[in-house]
């Protein structure tokens, strides 16, 4: 009979699918994290937007506690978050709509690493560790739309006083 840190194991042919695709899961809210709350510098410092920066930095944070409940499911099977080295965002910026898109395809990045991490627990027989990545992937999907309604109404053609008062009011009722 196996000790349980022999069994739940990344080393366990049972385990062994899932360990890529949650180092996945880690890097990609790693670098969420970090590169948006570069975008958000950017914002703040160059370009003055106060409101929309602090929208920015938000999701940048919460993707440090989507990171905390992603290692509580991997928990549940006792195995062991690893977290990968991430990229420094090394691209300059020079209008805000670079900003919403290049933070999309984080969050995009990180929607698609659930999603890859979700069909391999479903493989292995571990559907509660599939059902609560759902979750993360619903809220993760949640952010990106804050992302989109920033960046559609950035694209109406606004000052960016006028977009930074229109994202006080966007945050104060209760999104971003």
């Not at 366990?12 to 890529?20: D, M, Q, T, V, Y």
């Not at 690493?113 to 509660?128: G, H, I, Q, V």
């Not at 619903?138 to 960016?160: F, H, K, P």
């Amino acid at each position: 009979m196996p000790k349980l840190s022999e069994y739940y194991t990344y080393e366990n042919e049972r385990f062994a699918p899932l360990r890529n695709a949650a180092r996945e899961v880690t890097g990609a809210l790693g670098a969420q994290n970090k590169w948006l709350d570069t975008m958000q510098e950017w914002l703040f410092i160059e370009r003055g937007m106060k409101h929309t920066s602090d929208i920015v930095h938000g999701i940048a944070h919460r993707a440090l506690a989507y990171l905390d409940e992603f290692s509580d499911v991997l928990h549940q099977r006792h195995l062991a978050t690893e977290y990968p080295g991430t990229a420094e965002l090394d691209e300059r910026f020079t209008d805000p709509s670079e900003i919403f898109e290049a933070a999309i395809e984080a969050i995009d990045r990180t929607g698609r690493s659930l999603k890859e991490f979700r069909d391999r627990a479903n493989e292995t027989d571990l559907a509660p560790l599939a059902v609560a990545t759902e979750a993360i992937m619903d809220r993760v999907s949640r952010e990106q739309t804050v992302v989109l309604a920033l960046w559609q109404m950035w694209d109406q053609g606004m000052s960016a006083s006028s977009f930074d008062n229109w994202a006080l009011h966007f945050k104060e009722g209760g999104v971003g």
